[in-house]
């Protein structure tokens, strides 16, 4: 047995299979790349869900996180710590809003957007006591709570997890009409991806999403963005949001914010909205501790600069024409995505979107597939562009064109 069938049968025996990894084993990583258990090198092409935008090993993240390290990790929010208030300022900041309500993982930042929510729909709108509704749209992705799988439309999400959590519509994603037909003078919130990511990168209909600010603020309902995945870079722009001129009342953050070195997610919104709560209402032991916050303010401080997001609008458009150009071969149906982004439809014949990401593993390059014909393609931002170009060759030579490495 090689030590990655070692290590894997084990896993294997002692986790349980909530996933279906590739078999490589990781040991080490280095800003687009990491190497396994034998030493072999990957192109990471995946960036955990958007999770390491940064890539991995970020010079400037790992030195922030260390110098914290040193100072001090935790202190609870039962005192005050010298980072925090900086962390608040500027992420509200960076967003264009007033308050930030901290958590760690992105299921607990939603579940607590809903939470604002709904308490917001009952001390400031003044929906009757256990009446609120959230309208939320089909194919969505937001956690796997079980409030949030409550309203999932993915089957295997949500069998044996009931009784469900009420209080959630679903709609088709992109309709308005169906939208507007769901709304009541109880709902509270639309929460809805500006981009659909574990559903394949769906992007919307253009206009759709202003329609959604424009139908939302018409009625008094709170339009949360869950930008978890599609927000801090990855699209080009800060926010996926951005691309249609929207601004949300309430952004949802976590992967990306944590710089892929620890969970942080944060609910960032007005006065009015995260003014609802009141000491004891609602909490997280390690939501903005020192060390979250030490990372999250130089993972502010990057993007203030702009300088990710220019380069993941260059190389996405780059990466985009190379895939648009795929299509052309009839070996890809289908290419959808923004920045450096993209869903990728294989054509069955070419094999299933598994098969794909476990031949491009054998080339050195990983990636991850969803339903079934879908590849996802989302490098880190830092990512050089002839080894975006030396994956992008790995997958040719999969499909089998022509002339490919
Ligand atoms: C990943 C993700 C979440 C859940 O984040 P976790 O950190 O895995 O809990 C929520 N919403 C979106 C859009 C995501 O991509």
Redesign the pocket.
């Known amino acids: 047995m090689t030590a990655t069938e070692s290590l894997i049968a084990e896993a294997e025996a002692h986790s349980a299979h909530t996933y279906h990894p590739l078999p490589v084993v990781v040991a080490s990583a280095d800003g687009a790349w990491m190497t396994d258990v034998e030493g072999r090198r990957y192109l990471d092409l995946l960036a955990g ?1 958007s999770a390491l935008n940064f890539g991995h090993g970020n010079r400037r993240l790992i030195e922030a996180a260390k110098a914290q390290l040193e100072r001090v990790t935790l202190t609870s929010r039962a005192f005050h710590h010298d980072r925090f208030a900086a962390f608040c300022t500027q992420l509200a900041e960076l967003c264009g809003m007033e308050m930030v309500l901290p958590m760690n ?4 930042a ?1 579940e607590s957007a809903v939470k604002t929510a709904r308490k917001w729909g009952y001390r400031v709108k003044g929906v009757p006591a256990e009446m609120a509704k959230i309208v939320v749209a089909s194919g969505n ?4 709570t079980t409030t949030i799988i409550s309203f999932s439309t993915a089957p295997e999400a949500r069998a044996d997890f009931g009784p469900y959590t009420p209080g959630f519509e679903i709609v088709p994603y992109g309709d308005l009409t169906a939208m507007r037909a769901a709304m009541t003078e109880n709902t509270v919130a639309v929460l809805l ?1 500006p981009i659909q ?2 559903s394949g990168v769906i992007v919307p209909p253009a206009g759709y999403l202003p329609e959604v600010r424009e139908l939302t603020r018409e009625r008094n309902v709170l339009f949360v963005a ?1 930008e ?3 927000g801090l870079g990855r699209t080009g722009r800060t926010f996926a949001c951005e691309h249609e001129g929207v601004v949300p009342d309430v952004y ?1 953050l ?2 990306a914010l944590g710089g892929g070195i620890v ?1 942080v ?1 944060a609910v960032v919104s007005s006065a009015e909205v995260l003014g609802v709560f009141r000491p004891g209402e609602h909490g997280s032991t390690f939501g903005g501790s020192p060390l979250a916050c030490a990372v999250a303010l130089e993972v502010i401080a990057m993007l203030r600069s702009g300088e990710c997001q220019a380069r993941a609008a260059e190389l996405g458009e780059h990466l985009h024409r190379e895939l648009g150009a795929l299509t052309g071969t009839g070996r890809v149906t289908r290419v959808r995505g923004r920045g450096l982004w993209a869903g990728v439809d294989i054509h069955p014949r070419f094999g299933t979107g598994r098969e794909v990401s476990e031949k491009l593993m054998d080339r050195g390059v990983l990636v991850k597939d969803t339903h079934g014909s879908t590849i996802r393609i989302a490098p880190p931002l830092v990512i050089a562009k002839e080894d975006l170009d030396w994956g992008l060759a790995q997958l040719r030579g999969v499909l089998g064109v022509q002339g490919a490495g």
């Open positions: 869900y993982t992105g299921a607990e939603v992705f937001h956690g796997r991806e990511g574990e869950d978890i995945q599609s949802v976590g992967k969970p997610s």
